[in-house]
């Protein structure tokens, strides 16, 4: 998507070799008419499938699952927790996911009320670095006996494997903008 690349360039910042900060308008700040936008691109990239759910992780895959949801007709929402909420006293689906910004391990919990077996799932976050979190996510939705029906992410960096691991497993992903590598300073797309 070049109007993702030119935000990137423009308003995103190389850190070392295996980091974009793009906080000013994705994941710490909002630019929500852009992200409208980003929201239209996935529907028009999945138009041709039945979205019964959106099912992220929390808490920056919210804002980019939220504004995609009107493009297939609202349907729900879902984002998995990274911890366990003293709210959360019914059974749930759990998978371990680890994040490459923060360095962590979390088991990644969705009640079992909120995925069913006839739920055909599409799964959006808005990096894909190794894929940790949407492999854990499409765990969830097995747990569950769904279906996931693709893949989205607003940005993937292709160079870190897990777009190629995703699209092994046979999921159909979707990326709006994939950077190859960051050398010197500067981000260069695929």
Not at 107 to 119: A, F, G, M, T
């Amino acid at each position: 998507m070049k109007a993702l690349k030119e935000k990137i360039l423009t308003e995103g910042q190389a850190i070392g070799t295996g980091i974009v900060k793009v906080d000013g308008f994705l994941n710490h700040q909002i630019d929500v008419s852009f992200m409208d936008e980003l929201g239209k691109e996935f529907g028009r990239r999945f138009q041709d499938e039945r979205i019964d759910k959106i099912l992220t992780v929390e808490a920056s895959g919210i804002a980019i699952a939220c504004m995609t949801a009107p493009y297939f007709g609202y349907p729900p929402v879902v984002f998995a927790k990274k911890t366990a909420p003293n709210t959360m006293t019914e059974e749930f689906y759990g998978a371990e996911a680890r994040s490459f910004t923060k360095g962590t391990v979390s088991i990644i919990r969705v009640s079992k009320k909120y995925l069913k077996e006839s739920d055909r799932v599409l799964i959006l976050d808005d990096f894909l670095a190794h894929g940790e979190a949407s492999m854990a996510l499409t765990q969830l939705v097995k747990q569950a006996g769904g279906t996931v029906v693709g893949i989205g992410a607003v940005i993937e960096k292709g160079f870190q494997g897990g777009g190629q691991k995703l699209r092994e497993a046979g999921y159909r992903l979707e990326s709006l903008a994939i950077i190859e590598r960051i050398e010197n300073g500067i981000i260069q797309f695929a």
